[in-house]
């Protein structure tokens, strides 16, 4: 059990994820301020943050998942209060409810309280998969508008290294509806799924 940081410490989680009307949106992009600075009165220097817990569930207050999120070592620690901070994750189901809360960690296993929690609903999976486009003529089938849909967002990625305030613009929600298996990356994977898919009808 970590200790508790004896200080007043503000982390507000503020959820940015890209929901597309009609996809499995299985990514989130998650934006968070960095605490107010302190004090350790033990050394009399400031806490170093080392880097967050990012702790989520589906109920509330019930956090059965977690990731680190660690700082780089060469980063400063922040000077004031409201250095926003980011990281991406994916592979949550479609159409279920989540709960998250972050947490600031500190050299010596010190972890603050927790922010306030943030909810999300993931929208529904596409039916059938596969079925990428909104047009009249192709909503409720997997063909060929689905594949140049798809090929035009091939290669976007946002986990990972690709991470990063410049590249969020560029995870869009048709990169992110041709995400088919949720794992943040349009790739072979996903082209595997619509081939596997095509032809196919909803109802």
């Known amino acids: 059990m970590r200790k508790r940081v004896l200080m007043s410490v503000l982390l507000v989680l503020c959820l940015a994820l890209v ?6 949106a ?10 107010v600075p302190s004090i350790n009165p033990a050394t009399g220097s400031q806490y170093v943050l080392i880097g967050y817990n990012l ?7 019930n956090y059965t998942q977690w990731v680190l999120i660690p ?29 998250f809360v972050v947490t600031a ?12 929690e943030a909810v999300k609903t993931m929208p529904a999976p596409t039916r ?7 047009f009249l003529s192709s909503r409720d089938r997997v063909d ?24 969020f613009s560029k995870w869009t929600r048709d990169a992110e509806r041709s995400d088919l298996n949720n794992d943040g990356s349009v790739d072979g994977y996903d082209k595997n799924i619509l081939y596997s898919n095509y032809g196919k009808t909803y109802p």
Do not use: M
């Open 19 to 24: 929901v597309p009307r009609t996809t499995a």
């Open 26 to 35: 299985g990514t989130g992009i998650f934006t968070f301020t960095s605490p």
């Open 55 to 61: 702790y989520w569930g589906t109920s509330s207050e």
């Open 71 to 99: 700082r780089c070592l060469d980063c400063p620690l922040p000077s004031v209060e409201g250095v926003q901070e980011y990281h991406c994750l994916a592979g949550f189901t479609p159409g279920t409810t989540y709960y």
């Open 105 to 116: 960690l500190y050299e010596g296993d010190i972890e603050s309280d927790p922010s306030n």
């Open 128 to 134: 059938p998969t596969g079925n990428l486009t909104d």
């Open 144 to 167: 060929g508008y689905d594949l140049i849909y798809f090929n035009k967002n091939f290669g976007k990625r946002i986990v990972g290294t690709y991470c990063y305030p410049a590249n």
